[in-house]
Structure formats: C-alpha cells, structure tokens
C-alpha cells in the first residue's frame, strides 16, 4: 500500500514537472531550470563518483569544456545550438578519454586532487586561448525562452537519471560497484576496471557538458571563472552525498532540498548561501556519512540511535 | 645573465614561503592521514590575524608572528580535538569532504565579517632592498625566506628529538601500539593538527608582509601546498623544502619566459604529471 502510494507520488511529479512553466511565475522557472542543471551534474558526478567510488573533484571541468564548446561553435563559426552542444559533450568525453587514462590510475586522495588541479589547470589554459576569448569570454546569441531552456534542463536531467537507472541494475553498473567496494577484488573477478573507470568517467564528463552547453546559451555568456567554478565541485558533490551517493534518486532530492534552501537564504545575504553549503557538508559528514537514503531506510528501525551509530562507528 | 640570476633568486624566495606553507599540509597528511583541504583558509586566517594586529595595534608583522602562531594552534588544536576526532577513523573521502565544508565556512564568514576588499600590510621597511652580486632583494621577502626556513628546520627539531614528537611519529606509524604504549591519540592529533595550523598561521602572517589578501586566497594555497607536498613527499620536511624551492623557481621561469598567466598552468601541470609518475613523491622512497 505504502508503495503504491509512493510510486503514484512518483509519477504524479514526473507528469507534472514539464508543465510547471505554463503555470508558474518566470523568477520559479528560472530557479527551476538552475535546479535541474545542478541535478543534472550532481546525477553525473554520481556515476563516477556514487557507483564507481571515484570521487572527482573537478567535474566543473567538463560542465566548463561543455559550455565553451557550445560557445566556440556557435560564435566562431556560426553553427547552431544542437551541433555545438554535441560538439562540447564531444569534447568532454575525449577529455575524460585522454585524461581518465593516466589519472583513473590514482586513488583516493591523489585521484581527488589531481582532477581538482586538473580544473584550475584547464581553468588557465582556456584564460590564454583566443578562440575561446581569453579572459573576457564569449558572448552567445540571445535566446529569451525561458520555457524551451526549462524543458532542455529537465530532459537532460531525465536523460541523466535514466543512465543511472540503467547503472543501477546492469552488468556494467555491478562492476562500477564492484570496482567501488574492492578495485584489486574486481580486477580479479574478471571486471576490466581500467575500460569501466573510463567509461564511467566519459558519461559523467558527457552529462556535465551537456548542462554546461545549456547554461551557457541560456546565461548567453561565458568566461573561464564563472565555466570552472570549484564552488559547482562544491555543490554537486554534496548535493549528491546528502541525498545519498549510490542510489538513482538520492542525488535528485539533495539537489532539490539543498538548491530549495539555498535560494531562500540567497535572497538575504549571497554569502550565507554558501556559507549554508559548507555547514551541511560538516554536519553530514559527521552524523549522515551515507546520505538522506540510508537515513530513511535505517531511521525507521533504529531511530536516534542512528546518529549515534555513525559518531561511534568513525570517531577516535 | 643577470636578469637569469634575478629570476632564480626571486624563485627561491618565493619558495621558502611556499614550503612554510606545504609543511603543515604535509605533516597533518602525513601524521593523521587528512587532506586538509581547508588549509589555505587557514593561511588566510593567519594573514588576517597579522594584518588587524598591524592596523589596529601596530604591531611589526615579524613581531606579530608568535601570536600569529599561537591563534591559529589553538584553533586547530579545538578543530581537531572537538570535530575532527569524531570522523578521524571515517573513509578518506568524507576527511577531505570535511575539510571541503570547513575551507567553505572559513572563507565565507571572512568575506562576511572581513569585506571582500584587498588588504595590505604595509610596514615602513617594505620598499627597502639590498643588492648582492648584482641581483636585487627585498628586504621583507629575505626576511620571509629566513623565518621559513627556521621553522620548517624547528618543526623538524620537534618531530626528531622531543618526546612530544615521537608520539606524533609513533601515532603516524601504528596508531594501536602508540596507544599501547601510553600515547593519547586524541590529544596527539590534536596537537599535530594545531601545529599544523600554527604553520599555517606563520606562512599567513608571512604571505600579508610579501602579498596582497582576501578572502579568496585560500584555495591556490591549498593546491600549491599539496602539489609541494607530492613532489617533496611526506616523510621528511626537509624534502617539503626541495619541493617549494622547486616550485617557486619552476613559477618564476614560468612567468619570464612563457608569460605570467601560465604560472598556474605549468604548476598543476607539473602536479598532475608528478602524481601520475610518482605518487609517492619526487623523493619518496620508492616501494
């Protein structure tokens, strides 16, 4: 019974979501596509770094690639919006391809911070490239259709979260688990991890330039700070912790309630926004390490003892 | 020639400075296995303290360095002690995740409590310089370089001969027979990681004598810290001083010969590049 009900839940919002722009007000369609594309990226960031267990912290690298392919081929050579942002999801993957191969090799802290410096590297790279504007960027052709930019955002986000559904039960998602759990124990078990790393790796970096490819022709802009921002590492990671790294929906409702509760604060004082992000980021790591999913599958059964669990499971 | 020679020196007095800053990245890294991602935040407090003891009390910022120091332990020691201790034996990932969030919170409520603006700290000796077989120096950036340089070779002296060091290296290499034989981690990890603030601290009070700051200088910091701490590797300090010599040299020749807005290209390239070939460090022992 208690199911049904949530499937229908389920379904009820997944029919009502395409509609919203006829009925609600611009300022919520705009903080609504924003929302789907931070999802977007926090749903990517969750096949490398929720199933595979590779946590990349600089994913904004290819949300970067993405929006400065989508920029260059329409700017610099006149090509329309669907060729350009297939030309930056294109890059991205050739990116992740040529890059994954050296770096996958790396784990834990050294894989963290060598995708980060990987950012700031290409960050500096594309600040020196004159097709791509230096460091004043590019400006894109106007498009003001809020609606069609609100419809592109969710279908990615769609696309995205049928990807990880589709992880979630194959044979390929079982070894990006396995990988996660135990490299050395897949490799044995016949898992070609160096093929599935990278493979994981070229999917988060097509999604996240895609959602860059459709923020920058819907901002119409674009410029090396603001296309690498680390703070978009930032919230798509613990967008996608907090809600529950691993799981197909997880990294939905942490996006929604975080993004939700940031604009809230947003409207008084910018900073405290962030300023908000980097306190869920300690108080979940210390009393919900697994994310909002594991808290309702184990809150029922356990109740408070649940945070205790966890401090005394990690503590000195 | 000489504008060869002008460039080195300019290298490796940036590099002193640099590898004040990776040690206690390196050393909290190496002792507590944390990233400690909020590092650069941390410098960034230290060079607040100095600049606020320079404005309202006029305090010489070399003067200023002790209480530099002392501010930042204390707030590391209570960071360790009180939150960090609580997640110390979590996965590596929510450590650095953790550390993340503070670097976050630390440099938000600076910019709310500090302003966004640039600050200096502009003492009456800072234009001096000296000239010595034809290159020019700084006077603060000499005296930075040897500040570094004394504290990296105390914090040496402290690991390798005082009792509180052998537990801190005892914790570093078998945490259960540390504690076996009588050592608290708890307070062990606190300490070192107050140290490693403290170093933060001085590197912070020493980065507002030679640069600008914001809020917003944390971050580069960070990554330069750790790529020194890579290519020096984390058993020995003295290896973190190779490798901030190298970097700060390896930034110089950057920006004269390819143009200044490489420098961080050519860093995190070299990072990265390092990390891929040896992950253990340029003179990490190889296993």
Redesign the interface.
């Known amino acids: 019974m208690k199911r049904a009900i949530a499937w229908l839940a389920l379904s009820a919002t997944v029919v009502m979501l395409p509609l919203v722009p006829w009925i609600a007000p611009p300022a919520l369609i705009q903080f609504g596509t924003t929302t789907l594309l931070i999802a977007t990226l926090a749903q990517a960031w969750n096949i490398i770094g929720g199933y595979t267990g590779y946590?990349s912290f600089g994913n904004s690298v290819f949300y970067g690639i993405g929006g400065y392919g989508t920029a260059i081929a329409m700017v610099q050579f006149d090509l329309p919006f669907g060729v350009g942002i297939l030309l930056g999801g294109a890059l991205a993957v050739l990116f992740a391809l040529l890059l994954g191969l050296?770096?996958l090799?790396?784990r834990?802290?050294?894989f963290?911070?060598?995708t980060?410096?990987?950012a700031?590297?290409m960050?500096?790279?594309v600040?020196?490239l004159d097709i791509a504007g230096r460091n004043i960027g590019l400006i894109l052709p106007l498009r003001k259709d809020d609606v069609l930019f609100y419809e592109l955002s969710l279908a990615l986000l769609a696309l995205a979260t049928l990807i990880v559904y589709w992880i979630s039960r194959s044979r390929f998602g079982f070894g990006l688990i396995a990988i996660r759990e135990d490299e050395d124990a897949a490799a044995v078990m016949g898992v070609n991890t160096t093929l599935f790393k990278s493979l994981a790796f070229m999917l988060a970096g097509f999604l996240s330039a895609l959602a860059g490819g459709v923020h920058a022709y819907w901002i119409t802009f674009i410029d090396p700070v603001s296309a690498f921002d680390?703070?978009l590492n930032?919230m798509m990671?613990?967008m996608a912790?907090f809600g529950g790294a691993g799981t197909v929906l997880g990294p939905l409702v942490g996006a929604v309630l975080l993004a939700s509760i940031s604009e809230v604060l947003a409207t008084e004082?910018s900073?405290?926004a962030?300023?908000f992000?980097?306190?869920?980021?300690?108080v979940a790591?210390?009393f919900m390490?697994r994310g909002l999913a594991d808290l309702a599958r184990r809150f029922r059964s356990l109740g408070w003892r649940y945070f205790r669990e966890n401090?005394r499971?990690?503590?000195? | 020639m000489s504008l060869f020679l002008q460039i080195i020196a300019n290298g490796i007095l940036l590099g002193g400075l640099y590898a004040l800053m990776a040690l206690g990245l390196a050393l909290v890294?190496g002792v507590l296995n944390i990233?400690n991602l909020a590092h650069g935040a941390f410098i960034m407090l230290g060079a607040y303290v100095a600049f606020y003891l320079f404005t309202l009390l006029h305090l010489d910022p070399f003067a200023a360095l002790p209480l530099c120091m002392a501010s930042l332990f204390v707030f590391g020691y209570c960071l360790q002690r009180y939150?960090l201790?609580?997640?110390?034996?979590?996965p590596?990932?929510?450590t650095?995740?953790?550390t993340?969030?503070?670097?976050?919170?630390?440099?938000?409520?600076a910019?709310?409590t500090f302003s966004a603006d640039f600050r200096v700290v502009n003492p009456s000796y800072a234009g001096a310089n000296f000239t010595l077989f034809g290159v020019t120096l700084p006077l603060v950036r000499v005296l930075a370089f040897a500040m570094a340089l004394a504290l990296t070779l105390a914090v040496w002296l402290i690991l390798a001969r005082t009792p509180v060091g052998r537990a801190v290296r005892a914790c570093a290499q078998n945490l259960l027979a540390a504690r076996l034989y009588g050592v608290d981690?708890?307070t062990v990890?606190g300490l070192t990681f107050g140290l490693g603030a403290a170093l933060a601290g001085a590197a912070g009070d020493l980065y507002a004598v030679v640069s600008q700051i914001n809020p917003y200088i944390g971050?580069?910091l960070t990554?330069k810290s750790?790529?020194i701490s890579?290519i020096g590797g984390l058993e020995n300090p003295l290896g973190v001083v190779v490798g901030g010599l190298f970097l700060g040299i390896l930034e110089s020749l950057t920006s004269l010969y390819v143009?200044s807005?490489?420098t961080?290209?050519v860093s995190?390239?070299v990072?990265?590049l390092v990390?891929?070939a040896r992950?253990q460090g340029l003179l990490g022992k190889t296993t």
């Open positions: 946590a050296p770096v090799r790396l834990g802290h050294y963290a911070i060598a980060l410096a990987l700031e590297a960050a500096g790279v600040s020196n680390i703070t930032v990671i613990i912790i004082i900073a405290m962030s300023l992000f980097g306190l869920v980021i300690v790591v210390i390490p401090l499971l990690h503590r000195l | 890294w990233v939150v201790n609580l997640i110390v034996r979590a590596m990932f929510n650095l995740l953790i993340f969030g503070f670097d976050v919170v630390l440099t938000y409520l910019q709310i981690p708890r990890y971050d580069p990554a750790f790529a890579i143009g807005t490489y961080d290209v995190f390239g990072l990265v990390l891929i992950p």
